[in-house]
Nanobody, 125 residues
Framework: VQLQASGGGLVQAGGSLRLSCANSGRTFINYAMGWFRQAPGKEREFVAA????????DNADSVRGRFTISRDNAKNTVYLQMNSLKPEDTAVYYC???????????????????WGQGTLVTVSS
């Protein structure tokens, strides 16, 4: 399984970006997916997660109401719509996949067994 994240870039505070993560797995519909981020000098943290059907999602408190995770199983892709961006959202964003037990939206990075390469999001003030 390969995960290819894209969509990062430089945006002003208050702006929006949409990240995409393409999953090469043949049975994408079975995978729970998540987004995590790591800011310079900080540990990786949970951002958002979605179960295999897309009906169950979870978000970190810091992004709730601003970020939305979704998936298109026909395109083997998960998205992270980020609105009202703040400078503190600046980080490398990683998508992750869990190949079994996909009925839940997992919030712990230890629950995931595949990781993408990351895409940089920079929010200027």
């Amino acid at each position: 399984v390969q995960l290819q994240a894209s969509g990062g870039g430089l945006v002003q505070a208050g702006g929006s970006l949409r990240l995409s993560c393409a999953n090469s797995g043949r049975t994408f519909i079975n995978y729970a997916m998540g987004w995590f981020r790591q800011a310079p000098g900080k540990e990786r943290e949970f951002v958002a997660a979605i179960n295999r059907s897309g009906y169950s999602t979870d978000n970190a408190d810091s992004v709730r109401g601003r970020f939305t995770i979704s998936r298109d199983n026909a395109k083997n892709t998960v998205y992270l719509q980020m609105n009202s961006l703040k400078p503190e959202d600046t980080a490398v964003y990683y998508c992750a996949a869990r190949s079994y037990g996909g009925g839940y939206a997992y919030t712990d990075d230890k629950d995931y067994d595949y990781w993408g390469q990351g895409t940089l999001v920079t929010v200027s003030s």
